[in-house]
């Protein structure tokens, strides 16, 4: 239960992050990237392995000041031994749950763990113009795509994506926050992955279990 709910943590790290401003060019995306504070972050991630096999995850993550409630769903599929034209295929696992953040404690399956604030954590996209290439961004000041190396994914993202290439990636915002940030690559594997994360900003009034409390 503690090693699945580091890589959940870990995912939602990921998921909560914000990018970190940094001077590229005078555009007002960076500073709206970087100061943005969604209420709601929702995470879609599409992967599909080169024997046919697709994970699809999706989560979401909402947050009331420091508290938060953390949704996931991952499904795993696979195409049938003999092949089908249409490409159907069977769903081979299915995982979901919801992890609370209250008031320095995290909860989940009734277990609960102190944890640092998601909204405290220092892990954060960082578009640093000395590990971006190919930097456009549009007319209207509002999209950024870019290329990251390989070996530049950990410090961009926080995540090594293991990618056999150049990774695209694209932030989009609405000229008053963030809105988007769209990251795609093949995998040393084959593997093809894409992972679009949105962000809205609707007030939200969350619910939490009667029992949890900090220790």
Request: charged share 25%.
């Given at each position: 239960?503690?090693?699945?709910?580091?890589?959940?943590?870990?995912?939602?790290?990921?998921?909560?992050?914000?990018?970190?401003?940094?001077?590229?060019?005078?555009?007002?995306?960076?500073?709206?990237?970087?100061?943005?504070?969604?209420?709601?972050?929702?995470?879609?991630?599409?992967?599909?392995?080169?024997?046919?096999?697709?994970?699809?995850?999706?989560?979401?993550?909402?947050?009331?000041?420091?508290?938060?409630?953390?949704?996931?769903?991952?499904?795993?599929?696979?195409?049938?031994?003999?092949?089908?034209?249409?490409?159907?295929?069977?769903?081979?696992?299915?995982?979901?749950?919801?992890?609370?953040?209250?008031?320095?404690?995290?909860?989940?399956?009734?277990?609960?763990?102190?944890?640092?604030?998601?909204?405290?954590?220092?892990?954060?996209?960082?578009?640093?113009?000395?590990?971006?290439k190919d930097i456009s961004i549009?007319?209207?000041?509002?999209?950024?795509?870019?290329?990251?190396s390989p070996e530049n994914a950990?410090?961009?993202?926080?995540?090594?994506?293991?990618?056999?290439?150049?990774?695209?990636?694209?932030?989009?915002?609405?000229?008053?926050?963030?809105?988007?940030?769209?990251?795609?690559?093949?995998?040393?594997?084959?593997?093809?992955?894409?992972?679009r994360t949105s962000y809205s900003?609707?007030?939200?009034?969350?619910?939490?279990?009667?029992?949890?409390?900090?220790?």
């Amino acid at each position: 239960m503690k090693k699945t709910l580091s890589l959940l943590l870990a995912l939602l790290m990921l998921v909560s992050c914000v990018l970190a401003m940094v001077s590229c060019r005078k555009s007002a995306i960076y500073e709206l990237a970087a100061n943005s504070a969604p209420t709601v972050i929702v995470t879609a991630v599409d992967y599909i392995d080169a024997d046919g096999t697709q994970l699809i995850g999706d989560y979401t993550m909402s947050i009331e000041g420091d508290n938060s409630i953390f949704e996931f769903l991952y499904q795993r599929y696979r195409l049938p031994e003999d092949g089908v034209a249409d490409d159907t295929y069977e769903m081979i696992k299915e995982k979901k749950g919801t992890i609370y953040y209250k008031d320095g404690a995290y909860s989940t399956d009734g277990d609960e763990y102190e944890a640092e604030a998601p909204t405290a954590i220092q892990l954060r996209f960082n578009l640093d113009k000395d590990y971006l290439k190919d930097i456009s961004i549009s007319e209207n000041d509002t999209v950024l795509t870019a290329k990251i190396s390989p070996e530049n994914a950990k410090h961009v993202l926080g995540t090594d994506l293991k990618a056999a290439g150049d990774i695209s990636i694209t932030v989009k915002t609405n000229g008053v926050n963030l809105t988007m940030v769209f990251v795609e690559c093949v995998a040393v594997n084959g593997a093809t992955v894409s992972v679009r994360t949105s962000y809205s900003y609707n007030s939200v009034n969350l619910e939490f279990p009667d029992e949890l409390e900090a220790e």
